[in-house]
């Protein structure tokens, strides 16, 4: 749950990394955790970096600052 994608984002953050891969960080977790683990991504992204996120969530998209959709193998 919340807890375990936490401490995956803490581990993923050690050496102070310029790019943040998360992949599907929401899944599993309540709305509430969903909500409070945005914020926490959003807050901690590397200053001089990205943080790219992958989702199946619309809710999650709509967070982002751009977005990249793939279908049938196609980014539009």
């Not at 955790?33 to 619309?58: F, I, K, M, N």
């Amino acid at each position: 749950g919340g807890e375990t994608a936490r401490a995956n984002l803490a581990v993923a953050l050690v050496g102070g990394p310029r790019l943040l891969l998360a992949d599907e960080p929401t899944a599993e977790v309540s709305t509430a955790e969903e909500a409070a683990l945005l914020q926490l991504l959003r807050r901690l992204q590397p200053a001089e970096g990205a943080t790219l996120l992958v989702t199946h969530s619309a809710a999650v998209a709509e967070a982002a600052d751009r977005t990249v959709h793939l279908l049938d193998g196609r980014a539009s």
